[in-house]
Each structure stands twice: as structure tokens, then as C-alpha cells.
């Protein structure tokens, strides 16, 4: 694939105080993704937990999106310029940008779905051979081996030639996606179809679990078990939900009848608050998980007791 460079445009005026936003959200970020991170790889029963495992690649991917995308995003928005200006820093930074956003927005369609089967039919994960057919490959699919070759296919290896620009963000698109119907495919298999997935997963999901929902209490520790899924799912759902749901719905008005509708606003507005999809993960899936929060209040009761000791005998 051939390559040339070109530096026409004009740089966003909010990119400074996107800078300052991206910037001030991303340390938080990182250490809690961290931290979750440890507790769920170095305590057995969380780690083997099926219904984590959505949590725990979703914090995988937002710390390597941190390590690998964010840099050059806020270097871009600090200097308003892609640095170092070369095709080969745009060809990494589209192919990381890529495969993170098409694996977080297909991990989630898929753990909206798999959350169906835990619940209601988790007699297809009791053995092994199950387990890794409707559990793990699934999962490698959607979060690995499909986000991986697709970002590969449509923007290290289309043949086109490619007219990067040095003045935007992502220094502008692979010249895959100026052709309509890679745009297209694009925009349905990596945006609209994982969105309206969790949509209506969702939905049906909050259906079945009020439908039988007297039927599960019967059993008050499958009950819990569940609600906690449940609780986990809707968390998830609803944060993924509110970030991506505008950038989709501008994309579809575009797609279907009018080309230049909120055209502005999606590049400038609702573009940018996708960078904010992996950065707030952490913190969502740390609050669906009732197993360590306890024991984050208990460090800080204890720590108030102990404050409060220390001035008594003052």
C-alpha cells in the first residue's frame, strides 16, 4: 500500500481545552484500571468468575488504549500537529485506534448477550467443551482475532493509496473508508450493529428478568447471584449506551437521509466523547463489583476509626 502525506486543514480551537479534559480523566483512569485489574487477576474466585470476564478484557483494553492510543491523541491536541509527522505513526495510531474501538464495542454486544445465557440458561457453560463454545471463543473472537484482522484489512493492507493529514486527528482517515461501501460495512459491522446488539440485549434482558423474576427469588442465593449479573450487565449497558448511542444515531440520519446532518457537531462533539469509552470503563466495572467494593469501605472505616482514636487520645 502506497502512501503520501498531505497537511490541508484547520485544527479544532477546542482542542486545548480537550487536552486539559482528556488529561485530567486519564491518570484516574489508569490507576484504577490497575487496581481492578490486580484484584481481579490475583483473587481466584473473581478471576474464574464467568461473569467478570467481560470486566476484565474491558479493563484490558483500556489500559493498553491508554498506553498505546491516548498519548498521541493528547500530544495531537496539546500541539494541534501529528508528531512525528509520518505515515507510519499515522498507519499505528489509525490501526490502535481501530482495533480498540471495534473489540470494546463487540465485547460489549457480545457480554450483553452472553449475560442471557448465565442467567436464564447456565447449563450451557457446566461443562468445559460448553464453556469454550458459548464462553471463550466467543470471546476471542469479538474482543481478539475479528478487531485484529479487521484493523489489519482495512488499514494496513487495503490497496489504496493514502493521503494523510499532518493538521488532524488521526491524520484525517485511511483512505480505505473513502470508499463507500469499506465505509459502509465499516460503520454497520463495527458501530451499528454492536450498538443496537446491546440495545435491544438490554432490553429483552430487563423483560425476561421482571417476567420471572418472582420464579428466581424463590431461591434467595440464585437470586443474589443473578441480580448482581444482572446489576453488572445494566451498568455496563447504560454507560456504553449513553457515550456511543449520539455518535451512532448522527452516523445513521447520515447514512440513510441526510450526508451532512450534525456533521460538525459529530466530529467535534460526539467523536471526542467516544475517547472518554474506555477511560470511564474502569470505574464502572469497579462499582458493578460488589467483591471488592466492601473491602474498599472497610479500608477507609478503618482508616476513620483509626483518625478518630488517634485525636480521642489527644
Keep these: 500500500m502506497s502512501n503520501t502525506t498531505s497537511t490541508k486543514s484547520t485544527p479544532d480551537p477546542w482542542n486545548n481545552i480537550k487536552y486539559i479534559i482528556l488529561q485530567t480523566c486519564l491518570i484516574p483512569s489508569i ?15 473473581l478471576r474464574t468468575a464467568v ?36 505515515d507510519a505513526t499515522c498507519l499505528v495510531w489509525n490501526f490502535f485506534n481501530s482495533m480498540f474501538v471495534v473489540s470494546t464495542y463487540w465485547t460489549m454486544a457480545w457480554g450483553t448477550i452472553e449475560k442471557h445465557i448465565l442467567i436464564f ?32 484489512i482495512f488499514i494496513l493492507f487495503y490497496p489504496c493509496q493514502n493521503k494523510f493529514n499532518m493538521l488532524s486527528l ?17 460503520r454497520f459491522a463495527h458501530n451499528f450493529i454492536p450498538a443496537f446488539t446491546v440495545v435491544s440485549a438490554t432490553a429483552i434482558l430487563i423483560m425476561r428478568v421482571i417476567k420471572h423474576k418472582q420464579h428466581i427469588r424463590t ?5 443474589r447471584r443473578y441480580r448482581r449479573m444482572f446489576s453488572q450487565s ?14 451512532t444515531t448522527v452516523s445513521i440520519v447520515q447514512n440513510c437521509c441526510q450526508a451532512t446532518f450534525a456533521a460538525d457537531l459529530q466530529v467535534s462533539v460526539f467523536n471526542f466523547l467516544l475517547r472518554f469509552l474506555t477511560i470511564f470503563m ?19 472505616n478503618t482508616r476513620i476509626r483509626a483518625i478518630i482514636t488517634q485525636r480521642q487520645q489527644n
Design 234 to 247: 445494566l451498568s455496563l449497558s447504560s454507560f456504553f449506551l449513553v457515550l456511543t448511542l449520539p455518535a
Design 219 to 223: 431461591n434467595r442465593f440464585t437470586w
Design 31 to 45: 490507576i484504577c484500571s490497575l487496581y481492578t485489574l490486580v484484584r481481579l487477576l490475583f483473587d481466584r474466585n
Design 282 to 300: 474502569p470505574f464502572i466495572c469497579l462499582s458493578s463489583l460488589p467483591e471488592i467494593r466492601p473491602k474498599m469501605r472497610l479500608f477507609n
Design 170 to 186: 488521526y491524520c484525517g482517515f485511511p483512505c480505505s473508508l473513502s470508499i463507500r461501501s469499506v465505509a459502509l460495512y465499516t
Design 121 to 152: 440458561a447456565p447449563t450451557l457453560l457446566v461443562t468445559q467443551r460448553k464453556r469454550f463454545l458459548f464462553h471463550y471463543f466467543p470471546l476471542f473472537l469479538t474482543t481478539f482475532a475479528y478487531p485484529v484482522i479487521a484493523a489489519m
Design 51 to 86: 461473569h467478570n470476564h467481560t470486566c476484565l478484557l474491558l479493563l484490558i483494553i483500556s489500559i493498553l488504549d491508554a498506553f498505546f492510543n491516548h498519548p498521541l491523541t493528547l500530544n495531537y491536541l496539546r500541539t494541534n500537529h501529528v508528531t512525528p509527522s509520518t
